[in-house]
């Protein structure tokens, strides 16, 4: 569901190699013996770079690489902008070259790192972390790394691992592992409300053009299975758009967006929120829109149903958000989205999302607690503890009272309380829990599960001879069926 920001580490590291690398002719820092030419195209890699010319600095930083392959500083900057011209193991290589030069150096076991997670080695790039906290726990960089290796860790999970899709026209298996969902057929078109990111800062007008731009691309890549219409209903619509300029919004602070997906008892897509962070990584810079429109493809892919990841950089459900943005989806995230939508009725119950924690204990953001808070309860109700569970979403609405999908999960606990008391004829019971069941659906804005629950009611308020519940019963019914949800 999330995606990591590593050129946010990448950064914090470039800079710190700026300070301690540029370079003049007569600067003391140059090796002895380098000719005034390397020291000039050196620092003119340097330009080119901190211009974000990656192809030209790329080519200058190779060439110093090959006057002095000794030199680590040239290594880090050569690694550094094979990064961003897509060149990933290209990127660790130098990187590595660079650290077996300079061991120890906290700037350079951080782009090492980032570069693992780049390539999608993720134990190589957890076990650099842990040593860098060990080195320097201190240190400013400690909690993004912290924050860093959290969702690592939540992607990676704790089960058996599919097998890489390394090589395939798909990715599939590694998306149904993490549990596979989708939107129905009925629900289609899918509408789509964009919230205004007036007010917000960093915000672009670009950024809500290219937002509509990647819905209609994935729409496009499903060949016809998925369709979407725009809405000025907020309340009404299936997926909710909203900017944040905060880090702490999200459930990690590293992450460039976080798509919420809400889904029904038979484990299709009923609603998702989606957030786009409007700042390029944790440090404020501004974004590109090549990594907006990543992002946002990344997030609406989550939405979508491709709960988990690819395991190949080059996909756009990667995990990692590459220095180079892929602003374009990959023949394979094309072809996945169509086997998803395309999978018999069988094959998704077979991967049914299991309702685990998708959230570390060590992160508490108030939307990192009740996403943890809203798994545990439908974990409890799947146990058939429904006492339990509402207890847990009562938690949840304590930190955030405005959270439908808790609403909407306790209404569904206090229904199946009902369906346990109205099967001992306990009518009295299960028409109080009914009620609550409607106050709940309605406040999470599903008066369609709502009406459906007055059914029952009319049909207790009959079997108790009450005319009054009755008629008030019928009149809730009629006003819920008039809601379009």
Same mark, same amino acid.
């Given at each position: 569901?999330?995606?990591?920001?590593?050129?946010?580490?990448?950064?914090?590291a470039?800079?710190?190699?700026?300070?301690?690398?540029?370079?003049?002719?007569?600067?003391?820092?140059?090796?002895?013996?380098?000719?005034? $030419?390397?020291?000039?195209?050196?620092?003119?890699?340097?330009a080119?770079?901190?211009?974000?010319?990656?192809? $030209?600095?790329r080519?200058?930083?190779?060439?110093?690489?090959?006057? /002095?392959?000794?030199?680590?500083?040239?290594?880090?900057?050569?690694?550094?902008?094979?990064?961003h011209?897509?060149?990933?193991?290209?990127?660790?290589?130098?990187?590595?070259?660079?650290?077996?030069m300079?061991? =120890?150096?906290?700037?350079?076991?951080?782009?090492?790192?980032t570069?693992?997670?780049?390539?999608?080695? /993720?134990?190589e790039?957890?076990?650099?972390?842990?040593?860098?906290?060990e080195?320097?726990?201190?240190?400013?960089?400690?909690?993004?790394v912290k924050?860093?290796?959290?969702?690592?860790? *939540?992607?990676?999970?704790?089960?058996?691992? #599919?097998r890489?899709?390394?090589?395939?026209?798909?990715?599939?298996?590694?998306?149904?592992?993490?549990?596979?969902?989708?939107?129905?057929?009925?629900?289609?078109?899918l509408?789509?409300?964009?919230?205004?990111g $007036?007010g917000?800062?960093?915000? *672009?007008?670009?950024?809500?053009?290219?937002?509509?731009?990647?819905f209609?691309?994935?729409?496009?890549?499903?060949?016809?299975?998925?369709?979407?219409? /725009?809405?000025?209903?907020?309340?009404r619509?299936?997926?909710?758009c909203?900017w944040?300029?905060?880090?702490?919004?999200?459930?990690?602070?590293?992450?460039?967006g @976080?798509?919420?997906?809400?889904?029904?008892?038979?484990?299709?897509?009923?609603?998702?929120?989606i957030?786009?962070?409007?700042?390029?990584?944790?440090? =404020?810079t501004?974004?590109?829109?090549?990594?907006?429109?990543?992002?946002?493809?990344?997030?609406i892919?989550?939405?979508?149903?491709?709960?988990?990841?690819?395991? &190949?950089p080059?996909d756009?459900? /990667?995990?990692?958000?590459?220095?180079?943005p892929?602003?374009?989806?990959?023949?394979?995230?094309?072809?996945?989205?169509?086997?998803?939508? @395309?999978a018999?009725?069988?094959?998704? *119950?077979?991967?049914?999302v299991?309702?685990?924690? #998708?959230?570390?204990?060590?992160?508490?953001?108030?939307?990192?607690?009740?996403?943890?808070?809203?798994?545990?309860?439908?974990?409890?109700s799947e146990?058939?503890?429904?006492?339990?569970?509402i207890?847990?979403?009562?938690e949840g609405?304590?930190?955030?009272p405005?959270? $439908?999908?808790l609403?909407i999960?306790?209404?569904?606990?206090y229904?199946?309380?009902?369906q346990?008391?109205?099967?001992?004829?306990?009518?009295?019971?299960?028409?109080?829990y009914?009620?609550?069941?409607?106050?709940?659906?309605v406040?999470?804005?599903?008066?369609k599960y709502?009406?459906?629950?007055c059914?029952?009611?009319? &049909?207790?308020a009959?079997?108790?001879?009450?005319?009054?519940?009755?008629?008030?019963? @019928?009149?809730?019914?009629?006003?819920? @069926?008039?809601?379009?949800?």
């Open positions: 569901m999330n995606r990591i920001i590593a050129a946010t580490l990448a950064l914090i470039s800079l710190a190699i700026f300070q301690q690398t540029g370079l003049a002719e007569g600067d003391n820092k140059a090796p002895e013996g380098m000719t005034h $030419e390397t020291v000039v195209t050196f620092n003119a890699g340097l080119a770079y901190k211009a974000e010319k990656y192809e $030209e600095a080519d200058k930083f190779k060439a110093v690489c090959d006057a /002095f392959p000794a030199w680590a500083p040239a290594h880090r900057m050569y690694g550094m902008a094979l990064e011209t897509g060149d990933i193991e290209g990127a660790l290589r130098e990187k590595l070259v660079c650290e077996s300079e061991p =120890g150096k906290p700037e350079i076991m951080l782009s090492v790192a570069a693992y997670q780049a390539a999608g080695k /993720f134990d790039a957890l076990e650099k972390y842990r040593k860098y906290l080195l320097y726990p201190d240190s400013k960089e400690a909690p993004a924050d860093s290796m959290l969702l690592i860790q *939540r992607d990676l999970g704790t089960g058996k691992k #599919p890489s899709s390394k090589g395939k026209d798909n990715y599939i298996d590694e998306i149904a592992s993490k549990g596979a969902s989708r939107w129905s057929e009925s629900q289609m078109p509408s789509v409300y964009i919230k205004s $007036e917000i800062a960093h915000y *672009r007008d670009s950024f809500g053009d290219i937002l509509k731009q990647s209609a691309a994935w729409a496009d890549a499903s060949e016809g299975s998925i369709s979407f219409t /725009f809405t000025d209903n907020e309340k619509a299936a997926i909710r909203s944040v300029d905060d880090p702490k919004e999200l459930s990690n602070s590293m992450e460039g @976080e798509a919420i997906p809400q889904r029904n008892n038979k484990g299709e897509m009923d609603r998702t929120s957030l786009i962070l409007t700042r390029g990584s944790s440090d =404020g501004e974004p590109t829109d090549a990594h907006i429109r990543q992002v946002c493809l990344h997030e892919g989550h939405a979508l149903g491709l709960c988990g990841h690819s395991s &190949q080059g756009v459900m /990667f995990a990692v958000a590459a220095a180079k892929h602003d374009q989806l990959s023949e394979r995230d094309k072809k996945t989205i169509c086997m998803l939508y @395309e018999s009725k069988g094959y998704i *119950r077979r991967h049914q299991k309702f685990s924690d #998708p959230t570390s204990p060590e992160e508490t953001s108030p939307r990192s607690m009740t996403i943890r808070l809203n798994s545990q309860g439908l974990k409890a146990e058939h503890d429904y006492i339990k569970a207890e847990l979403f009562q609405l304590k930190i955030d405005k959270d $439908e999908t609403y999960n306790m209404g569904g606990a229904a199946k309380l009902a346990q008391a109205l099967k001992k004829n306990h009518l009295v019971q299960g028409e109080k009914l009620n609550w069941a409607v106050d709940c659906m406040k999470g804005g599903k008066e709502a009406a459906d629950f059914k029952t009611l009319i &049909q207790i009959k079997a108790n001879q009450d005319g009054t519940a009755l008629e008030k019963y @019928e009149k809730m019914k009629t006003e819920f @069926e008039a809601v379009k949800n």
